[in-house]
């Protein structure tokens, strides 16, 4: 009887863990996701400036990369997020 | 190093009849960037008027036009040419002379007899496409014409047409589109056009032609074969003409251009009667040779005297690097040249990036295809500014490898040493084992380099307003700059003394002094406090700037996030391409288990291939923006202008 309710217990808590453990991973899925497409609509928009900003003047090529990459930051803070939620 | 080269202001004054070896002397010395003379606006310069080109400058462009004429019919272009050695100038001269003329004359007929022939090949074409039609209908093209009582009607209708008039119809077979050909009397005209237009007829003009549609459709096409033949042949004898004369040419180019610059430089000097007066910038330590060679030049009838430079003088802007800087000179022009009482940073720009770059690619395999790639390319890329990137690629491939000894990481396979920096060795795969990424240990890193990065930026914007600003200002500004570092070591202080980190001193455990804080915190909170008081005594706007000291220090942080992902797409690849295509199929050879190895051979080359190209974007695209964004907009402006001297680089000439 003991070792019964022994084993069902052990069970849960195995459980338990691997869905903590399948909860963070979904954490961090949505962590990643969600600031990836928030990055990639920032960067359409800007992308597009960018490209016809260059065609009238190549000189601006420096600073509209510049500004291109600046919402990478958006999408490296989610893969930070998600980092640390897994590790 | 730190400050571009230092310049000095030449005033030159002399007398006319001394133009010619005064520019002479200017334009061989290469040292001298002039100033151009306003009209208007000047100080001093009441009574002034802007300088006449010297005689011979109509000729000489008319000369350099047919020069580039010639030179972009043969699509030459000097700037891709390595010279094979140099041509002397008075033999050009003559040359120029005799051969100009008849090179011109040649390629004007050949390109002219080139031009009638297109013509006539695309005439041919045009009739091909006009008869094409006909050739379902077996008659000859002259039966189509020359009746003085009947009208034939060609064209395009959509469904097959009876025309009830007497009449002869040829219809061809097709679903959407048939070609009709109707031949009837005139007087009936109007009722036939009544009925094709309900089949919404689409008239085609029936080409003047004799014999039968196939016959001519390939008589023409022999017409063409012909024209082409003749076509390549002019080709290749221009060809010949642009590999024999293509050094003349260039050649031809720079001395006319040097001609041509001289010619007009008096343009851009003020003139009074007989004196013309000359401004300009020339490097601090080359000025008194300058003065020395143009007193040699003239005679002695010269003054030159050096003026005072003003602070808001525009200062034209010369790099002052080590060699081993100068690529990144590149770096600098993209985002903006220093101004000439700024700090010149690229010599930190040029270690720094390498750093970066390797910190985040950080494999010995990625490094050493990248350095293999820059050596390769070093020959085929032209250009001062190609070469530049090269050397830039070519040092961050240098430290990828060395960083990626550090990292132990060869094409995503762990090396045979242990990592020296925190791990990034992630477990991919089913039967992965081992302790997986060292992330808190990575994060630490990124954030302690950020945290020195943008330390350094604020001290060095300290200097750049101690240098620039005067008076009050001048001390709020540098006062602003400690507080910005103030706030941030402030805040590190705190963290230090409440939560114990991994590469971060543990100040938790020390004795509580003050409402159970301890002593490193009250530091911090100290320096917080003065390290405001600092910030909004230059501007209180800038509080809404306090965020970016996390929001930079954490973006720091792409180092790690950016590698990370180049270290999992290059293992998932070895994965793929090993772990499931390759050593299941090793065990037992088959004929499909070849297929698989030969499948798995390409996954690791693509893939490979791919993360290459991401690598380099990533890592040199996130530590450019490191410096551009976070670093420089502490203390950078920029909008220096070129210093650029009177006189050209000759490459293909000589005296």
């Given at each position: 009887m003991v070792t019964e309710v022994a084993a069902a217990v052990i069970t849960d808590v195995e459980l338990m863990k691997a869905s903590q453990i399948g909860m963070k991973a979904i954490a961090a899925a949505i962590a990643i996701s969600g600031t990836a497409i928030a990055a990639a609509w920032a960067e359409m928009a800007i992308g597009s400036a960018a490209v016809g900003a260059t065609a009238e003047n190549k000189d601006v090529f420096g600073l509209v990369l510049l500004l291109t990459v600046i919402p990478e930051t958006i999408v490296i803070f989610g893969l930070v997020v998600a980092l640390l939620l897994i590790f | 190093m730190l400050t571009p080269r230092q310049m000095s202001r030449l005033l030159i004054v002399a007398s006319r009849d001394q133009l010619d070896p005064v520019i002479r002397e200017l334009y061989r010395s290469h040292l001298f960037h002039i100033e151009d003379f306003v009209v208007?606006?000047?100080?001093?310069?009441?009574g002034f008027s802007i300088g006449k080109p010297l005689p011979g400058a109509g000729e000489v462009s008319t000369d350099l036009v047919k020069v580039r004429t010639i030179e972009n019919a043969f699509l030459i272009r000097p700037s891709e040419i390595e010279p094979t050695g140099k041509h002397l100038n008075a033999e050009l001269r003559s040359k120029i002379e005799q051969e100009l003329p008849a090179i011109e004359h040649e390629l004007g007929e050949l390109t002219g007899r080139r031009s009638r022939l297109e013509v006539t090949l695309k005439d041919c074409e045009q009739k091909i496409a006009e008869i094409l039609p006909f050739t379902?209908?077996?008659?000859?093209?002259?039966?189509?014409r020359g009746y003085a009582g009947l009208t034939v009607l060609a064209g395009y209708v959509s469904k097959e047409v009876n025309i009830p008039e007497p009449s002869e119809v040829y219809n061809s077979a097709g679903k959407a589109r048939r070609f009709i050909v109707a031949v009837f009397k005139n007087d009936r005209r109007s009722d036939v056009d009544r009925v094709l237009l309900e089949a919404t007829f689409q008239a085609v003009t029936i080409p003047v032609e004799s014999g039968m549609p196939r016959a001519r459709i390939d008589a023409y096409k022999e017409q063409i074969a012909k024209v082409k033949a003749e076509i390549d042949q002019i080709n290749r004898r221009l060809d010949e003409i642009r590999d024999r004369h293509r050094e003349f040419l260039v050649a031809c180019e720079e001395i006319l251009k040097a001609d041509i610059e001289r010619a007009e430089a008096p343009l851009r000097f003020a003139t009074i009667g007989q004196t013309f007066v000359a401004e300009g910038w020339v490097p601090k330590n080359r000025a008194a040779s300058l003065k020395d060679a143009l007193n040699g030049a003239t005679g002695g009838k010269i003054f030159v005297t050096e003026l005072t430079v003003g602070e808001h003088d525009p200062v034209p802007v010369e790099y002052d690097n080590p060699s081993f800087a100068r690529p990144s000179q590149l770096l600098m022009d993209t985002y903006s040249r220093p101004k000439y009482n700024e700090l010149d940073p690229t010599i930190m720009v040029s270690i720094v990036f390498p750093i970066f770059f390797g910190l985040i690619l950080g494999d010995v395999g990625y490094g050493i295809l990248l350095l293999v790639m820059c050596l390769g390319l070093r020959k085929f890329i032209k250009g001062e500014e190609g070469q530049q990137l090269i050397a830039v690629l070519r040092n961050a491939s240098i430290s990828s490898i060395f960083f990626g000894v550090l990292y132990s990481e060869f094409l995503g396979f762990p090396m045979p040493w242990p990592y020296l920096l925190p791990s990034r060795h992630l477990n991919i795969g089913a039967h992965a084992t081992g302790h997986g990424p060292n992330i808190p240990g990575l994060m630490m890193m990124a954030i302690w380099i950020g945290i020195v990065h943008i330390t350094l930026g604020r001290i060095l914007s300290m200097v750049n307003h101690s240098r620039q600003d005067h008076g009050s200002h001048r001390v709020k500004a540098v006062l602003a700059n400690a507080g910005w570092i103030l706030m941030i070591w402030g805040i590190l202080f705190l963290i230090w003394s409440m939560f114990p980190m991994p590469?971060?001193?543990?100040?938790?455990g020390l004795p509580p002094v003050v409402m159970g804080l301890n002593v490193t915190a009250v530091i911090g909170i100290a320096a917080l406090v003065v390290g405001l008081i600092c910030i909004v005594r230059e501007s209180?706007?800038?509080?809404?700037?306090?965020p970016s000291i996390f929001s930079h220090a954490l973006s720091y942080s792409r180092i790690v996030a950016v590698g990370l992902s180049s270290v999992a797409i290059a293992m998932v690849v070895n994965y793929i391409a090993?772990?499931?295509?390759i050593s299941p199929q090793l065990e037992n050879i088959t004929l499909v288990g070849v297929i698989f190895i030969v499948m798995g051979v390409l996954v690791f080359l693509v893939g490979h291939a791919l993360n290459t190209a991401l690598g380099i974007l990533g890592g040199g695209l996130h530590s450019l923006r490191l410096h551009y964004?976070?670093?420089?907009?502490?203390f950078y402006k920029g909008g220096g202008r070129k210093y650029s001297p009177f006189g050209l680089n000759r490459r293909f000439t000589e005296d």
């Amino acid at each position: 009887m003991v070792t019964e309710v022994a084993a069902a217990v052990i069970t849960d808590v195995e459980l338990m863990k691997a869905s903590q453990i399948g909860m963070k991973a979904i954490a961090a899925a949505i962590a990643i996701s969600g600031t990836a497409i928030a990055a990639a609509w920032a960067e359409m928009a800007i992308g597009s400036a960018a490209v016809g900003a260059t065609a009238e003047n190549k000189d601006v090529f420096g600073l509209v990369l510049l500004l291109t990459v600046i919402p990478e930051t958006i999408v490296i803070f989610g893969l930070v997020v998600a980092l640390l939620l897994i590790f | 190093m730190l400050t571009p080269r230092q310049m000095s202001r030449l005033l030159i004054v002399a007398s006319r009849d001394q133009l010619d070896p005064v520019i002479r002397e200017l334009y061989r010395s290469h040292l001298f960037h002039i100033e151009d003379f306003v009209v208007e606006g000047r100080e001093g310069y009441d009574g002034f008027s802007i300088g006449k080109p010297l005689p011979g400058a109509g000729e000489v462009s008319t000369d350099l036009v047919k020069v580039r004429t010639i030179e972009n019919a043969f699509l030459i272009r000097p700037s891709e040419i390595e010279p094979t050695g140099k041509h002397l100038n008075a033999e050009l001269r003559s040359k120029i002379e005799q051969e100009l003329p008849a090179i011109e004359h040649e390629l004007g007929e050949l390109t002219g007899r080139r031009s009638r022939l297109e013509v006539t090949l695309k005439d041919c074409e045009q009739k091909i496409a006009e008869i094409l039609p006909f050739t379902e209908i077996p008659m000859d093209m002259e039966m189509y014409r020359g009746y003085a009582g009947l009208t034939v009607l060609a064209g395009y209708v959509s469904k097959e047409v009876n025309i009830p008039e007497p009449s002869e119809v040829y219809n061809s077979a097709g679903k959407a589109r048939r070609f009709i050909v109707a031949v009837f009397k005139n007087d009936r005209r109007s009722d036939v056009d009544r009925v094709l237009l309900e089949a919404t007829f689409q008239a085609v003009t029936i080409p003047v032609e004799s014999g039968m549609p196939r016959a001519r459709i390939d008589a023409y096409k022999e017409q063409i074969a012909k024209v082409k033949a003749e076509i390549d042949q002019i080709n290749r004898r221009l060809d010949e003409i642009r590999d024999r004369h293509r050094e003349f040419l260039v050649a031809c180019e720079e001395i006319l251009k040097a001609d041509i610059e001289r010619a007009e430089a008096p343009l851009r000097f003020a003139t009074i009667g007989q004196t013309f007066v000359a401004e300009g910038w020339v490097p601090k330590n080359r000025a008194a040779s300058l003065k020395d060679a143009l007193n040699g030049a003239t005679g002695g009838k010269i003054f030159v005297t050096e003026l005072t430079v003003g602070e808001h003088d525009p200062v034209p802007v010369e790099y002052d690097n080590p060699s081993f800087a100068r690529p990144s000179q590149l770096l600098m022009d993209t985002y903006s040249r220093p101004k000439y009482n700024e700090l010149d940073p690229t010599i930190m720009v040029s270690i720094v990036f390498p750093i970066f770059f390797g910190l985040i690619l950080g494999d010995v395999g990625y490094g050493i295809l990248l350095l293999v790639m820059c050596l390769g390319l070093r020959k085929f890329i032209k250009g001062e500014e190609g070469q530049q990137l090269i050397a830039v690629l070519r040092n961050a491939s240098i430290s990828s490898i060395f960083f990626g000894v550090l990292y132990s990481e060869f094409l995503g396979f762990p090396m045979p040493w242990p990592y020296l920096l925190p791990s990034r060795h992630l477990n991919i795969g089913a039967h992965a084992t081992g302790h997986g990424p060292n992330i808190p240990g990575l994060m630490m890193m990124a954030i302690w380099i950020g945290i020195v990065h943008i330390t350094l930026g604020r001290i060095l914007s300290m200097v750049n307003h101690s240098r620039q600003d005067h008076g009050s200002h001048r001390v709020k500004a540098v006062l602003a700059n400690a507080g910005w570092i103030l706030m941030i070591w402030g805040i590190l202080f705190l963290i230090w003394s409440m939560f114990p980190m991994p590469l971060m001193p543990d100040l938790t455990g020390l004795p509580p002094v003050v409402m159970g804080l301890n002593v490193t915190a009250v530091i911090g909170i100290a320096a917080l406090v003065v390290g405001l008081i600092c910030i909004v005594r230059e501007s209180a706007l800038e509080i809404v700037e306090l965020p970016s000291i996390f929001s930079h220090a954490l973006s720091y942080s792409r180092i790690v996030a950016v590698g990370l992902s180049s270290v999992a797409i290059a293992m998932v690849v070895n994965y793929i391409a090993i772990g499931m295509l390759i050593s299941p199929q090793l065990e037992n050879i088959t004929l499909v288990g070849v297929i698989f190895i030969v499948m798995g051979v390409l996954v690791f080359l693509v893939g490979h291939a791919l993360n290459t190209a991401l690598g380099i974007l990533g890592g040199g695209l996130h530590s450019l923006r490191l410096h551009y964004v976070e670093f420089f907009t502490k203390f950078y402006k920029g909008g220096g202008r070129k210093y650029s001297p009177f006189g050209l680089n000759r490459r293909f000439t000589e005296d």
